[in-house]
């Protein structure tokens, strides 16, 4: 459960977005938009199933927001370059390239927040979609 970054309107006011992809599956489980608060932590962990929360192991990079949410034997701390947070980066990418809407000098760039999340959350369906099949 880490994020990535998605400027909306402009640089100064960055709305994230926080993808929980499962590491064995790369299915995306939950998401949640928001800044790097405790409260946005919180609506991504109530994105996820039940069942997923129960048997979850979150790698985070260590913020502060994560260790408040997150049940302490569901947290792991990942420091960078220990490979504990690898698979979101690569999401992060993948999301970058197939999706651009979160990259700010690009066309079609969302400046409105409605239509930047249903993008997304289009993008994560198709996502998932493509990986069950």
């Known amino acids: 459960m880490d994020e990535t970054w998605s400027c909306v309107r402009k ?3 960055q709305v994230r ?4 992809p499962e590491r064995q599956t790369r299915r995306i489980a939950g998401a949640a938009f ?12 109530e994105s996820l199933p039940a069942d997923c929360r ?14 408040a949410v997150l ?11 220990s490979g504990g947070t690898s ?4 999401l992060n ?18 400046r409105d927040d409605d239509f ?3 993008r997304i959350r289009s993008f994560v369906d198709h996502y998932n979609l493509t990986l069950s099949v």
Do not use: M, Y
Not at 71 to 81: D, M, Q, V
């Open 54 to 67: 129960r048997r979850a192991v979150c790698r985070t990079d260590r913020p502060e927001s994560h260790a």
């Open 34 to 45: 928001g800044d790097r608060s405790a409260e946005t932590c919180r609506d991504l962990w």
């Open 71 to 81: 049940p302490p034997e569901r947290h792991r701390a990942s420091g960078k370059g």
């Open 93 to 110: 990418c993948t999301l970058r390239q197939r999706c651009p809407n979160p990259v700010r000098k690009r066309l079609s760039f969302s």
């Open 116 to 118: 930047h999340e249903i």
């Open 17 to 20: 977005i926080w993808p929980a």
């Open 87 to 90: 698979h979101i980066e690569r």
């Open 11 to 13: 640089k100064s006011d």
